[in-house]
Nanobody, 125 residues
Framework: QVMLVEAGGGLVQPGDSLKLSCAAS?????????LAWFRQAPGREREFVAA????????YYSDFVKGRFTISRDNAKTTLFLQMNNLKLGDTAIYTC?????????????????WGQGTQVTISF
């Protein structure tokens, strides 16, 4: 069993920064090779934000966060981070981390078998 627990969400103003974390645990976590962040805003479908290949640390980003968000992990390889800079009103959403055994279909939520509970990020004046 694998568990993912997110933290770090909150309410900030446009232009501010936040850093999310996703702590992974469980004896079978070693069998998951791709970790990612997705987000879902009210009334909108869930969308891919960023992913990291847990084997070789290759990172992938959606176009709308390139240059603003950075995905990373700790040296123990048990925690995934998402540093979010220059936040915009449109970044408001619930951010959820997910783990997949597949290393190719990293933008597709259906390929992720493990999901965290999500953390709310709200950008507002």
């Amino acid at each position: 069993q694998v568990m993912l627990v997110e933290a770090g969400g909150g309410l900030v103003q446009p232009g501010d920064s936040l850093k999310l974390s996703c702590a992974a645990s469980g004896p079978t976590f070693r069998h998951y090779y791709m970790l990612a962040w997705f987000r879902q805003a009210p009334g909108r479908e869930r969308e891919f934000v960023a992913a990291m290949d847990w084997i070789d640390e290759t990172t992938y980003y959606s176009d709308f966060v390139k240059g603003r968000f950075t995905i990373s992990r700790d040296n123990a390889k048990t925690t995934l981070f998402l540093q979010m800079n220059n936040l915009k009103l449109g970044d408001t959403a619930i951010y959820t981390c997910a783990a997949s055994r597949n290393r190719e279909h990293y933008t597709e939520a259906d390929w992720y078998g493990i999901w965290g509970q999500g953390t709310q990020v709200t950008i507002s004046f």
